[in-house]
C-alpha cells in the first residue's frame, strides 16, 4: 500500500511538472508570436523615416531615428531567443536553415545595426582578418545573433579601448574573437555568462545587465553549428569570446 501511495504520488507530480512546461512553453510561444507584428510594424515605419519616405529628415533627426532602429533590432533578437528557447529547452526540436554566408558581410550587417549605441558608448569596433575567410553553410540570421550577443555583451562590459573582432581559420575551424578589456572577474564566474538563464551583473550599474538568455542561447546555437562557443580572461581584464565554427557544411 505504501508503494502503491507512493507510485501514484509521484506519477500525479510527475504530470503536474510537465503540465507546468507545457503552459511554460506555450506561454513563451504566444509572447514572442504576440511581439513580431508590432515590431516588425515599428521596424518598417522608422526605416521609412530615415530613408526619407515620408519627406527630408534633418540630420540631427536622423541620429535618433538610427537609435530607435538599433533598439528595435534589440527588440528582433529578443523575439528570435524567446522562440529559439522554446524549442531548444522545451520541444528539443530546433532545426537550423543553412545556406552560404560570408562572415565579412554578416559582421558588417550586425555592426551597422549597433553603429549608434557603440558610439554612445565612447568606444569603436575595429575590425580584422574577416574579408580573408572561407565562406561557410551556416544559419545566418542565427549567427548574426550570435555575433550580435557577443559584441552587446563586449560594449556593456569594457572598461577602456576599443572591441576588437578578429577572424583567423585554422585547423578546418573559422575563429571569431570578440576581444575587450573589462572589469577582472574569476574564471568560473565570467565562464557563467555562457549559462542559459544566468543574468550577468555590470560593475558599472546597479540595474540587472542582461536576461540570461543573449549569451546562453548563443552557445547553444554555435553547438547545433558543430561549434563552440567560449569566454576567457586574464588578469588584468583582458577578455575573449571566441567562436569556433566547422568550415565544413551542416
Not at 176 to 201: C, I, K, M, N, S
Request: proline share 4%; with cysteine; glycine share 8%.
Amino acid at each position: 500500500l505504501v508503494l502503491a501511495a507512493f507510485a501514484a504520488g509521484w506519477a500525479a507530480a510527475t504530470w503536474r511538472a510537465r503540465r507546468t512546461e507545457q503552459q511554460r512553453a506555450r506561454f513563451l510561444s504566444f509572447v514572442a508570436h504576440e511581439f513580431i507584428t508590432p515590431v516588425t510594424t515599428m521596424n518598417m515605419t522608422a526605416l521609412n523615416l530615415l530613408n526619407g519616405v515620408f519627406g527630408d529628415v534633418p540630420e540631427e533627426t536622423k541620429t535618433w531615428i538610427q537609435m530607435i532602429c538599433e533598439q528595435i533590432s534589440r527588440l528582433e533578437a529578443l523575439v528570435g531567443d524567446l522562440r529559439d528557447l522554446v524549442h531548444l529547452e522545451f520541444h528539443r526540436d530546433l532545426q537550423l536553415t543553412p545556406e552560404p554566408v560570408r562572415l565579412a558581410a554578416l559582421a558588417e550587417k550586425c555592426l551597422s545595426s549597433m553603429r549608434e549605441g557603440i558610439k554612445r558608448a565612447g568606444t569603436q569596433v575595429e575590425v580584422e582578418g574577416l574579408d580573408a575567410l572561407p565562406e561557410l553553410q551556416a544559419d545566418a540570421d542565427r549567427l548574426q545573433r550570435v555575433l550580435a550577443a557577443s559584441l552587446q555583451h563586449a560594449r556593456k562590459f569594457r572598461t577602456k579601448g576599443p572591441i576588437r573582432l578578429v577572424g583567423r581559420s585554422s585547423g578546418g575551424f573559422v575563429c571569431l574573437a570578440v576581444d575587450y578589456e573589462g572589469p577582472a572577474v574569476p574564471a568560473e564566474t565570467l565562464r557563467q555568462a555562457l549559462d542559459l538563464y544566468h543574468a550577468v551583473h555590470n560593475p558599472k550599474s546597479q540595474v540587472l545587465a542582461s536576461t540570461g538568455l543573449g549569451l546562453g542561447i548563443a552557445c547553444r546555437l554555435v553547438g547545433l553549428h558543430g561549434g563552440r562557443m567560449t569566454i576567457e580572461a586574464d588578469s588584468a581584464g583582458r577578455t575573449r569570446i571566441e567562436i569556433r565554427l566547422p568550415e565544413r557544411p551542416l
